[in-house]
């Protein structure tokens, strides 16, 4: 019996004791690095929310106050969307400081239903304004706000999927889904801007309801980003 023998057979619960000791610790550090992912992951979620809140929040605060001057209905299609979507930040950056699957799920609801409520007050909007004519004004002031709601909705989109699919998130991808398609939304301002000024007023209502299709269509396309991924984890 060799001298290592020896001393593993007169001291079996001291090596026991070791390797139990190393498991433990094995998995002290598996437990941290599980609760690190989770922390990175909120982190990650709550900056993109709060990087998008601000930048569409002031390209909605910069359209109100050209809507005020123009009286667009494009426009206010526009801006309804973009304070909707800067909103739907504040429910999805509270899912991700809880860090809760289930809260991101509620959170993505609420997206499509902010969508959706957005498209009907533009649709209505554009409807009233078809029967009760009321051209836009400073057409060249109304342009750049479309300019404007393109950047802002771009530059939140960009964020917002990018770290969705990073961190498997519908909620998030969903709402990217939404800012992608108002940056086109926005390019529809600039159309009626131009339009106006070839001398067709009744295109400034036209386009806004052409505009609540589209927000129809995302609200649609989000819904199903978001049941599908509920369904895949039920």
């Excluded at 957005?118 to 400073?138: F, K, Q």
């Excluded at 009744?202 to 199903?224: C, E, K, Y």
């Amino acid at each position: 019996m060799t001298r290592l023998t020896r001393e593993a057979a007169a001291h079996p619960h001291d090596h026991a004791g070791h390797d139990h000791a190393d498991h433990e610790h094995a998995d002290h550090e598996h437990s941290h690095g599980l609760i690190h992912d989770s922390i990175k992951r909120s982190r990650e979620g709550v900056r993109a929310v709060l990087i998008s809140l601000v930048v569409l929040g002031i390209a909605a605060i910069v359209q109100t106050v050209i809507y005020i001057l123009t009286g667009s209905v494009a426009l206010l299609a526009d801006l309804i969307h973009n304070y909707g979507d800067a909103l739907t930040a504040i429910p999805l950056g509270i899912a991700f400081l809880l860090r809760s699957p289930r809260a991101e799920r509620v959170a993505g609801l609420f997206v499509v239903a902010a969508i959706f409520i957005s498209a009907c007050v533009a649709g209505v909007e554009a409807v009233l304004r078809l029967i009760h004519r009321s051209p836009p004004t400073h057409l060249g002031v109304l342009a750049a706000a479309g300019v404007v709601g393109y950047l802002g909705n771009f530059i939140a989109a960009r964020v917002r999927m990018r770290a969705g699919r990073r961190l498997d998130s519908p909620a998030l991808v969903a709402d990217g889904n939404h800012a992608a398609a108002d940056a086109y939304v926005s390019l529809a301002v600039i159309a009626s801007a131009i339009v106006v000024a070839i001398g067709l007023p009744v295109a400034d209502p036209l386009i806004g309801l052409a505009i609540t299709f589209v927000i129809l269509r995302i609200t649609w396309q989000s819904w199903n980003t978001v049941r599908g991924h509920e369904h895949s984890h039920s």
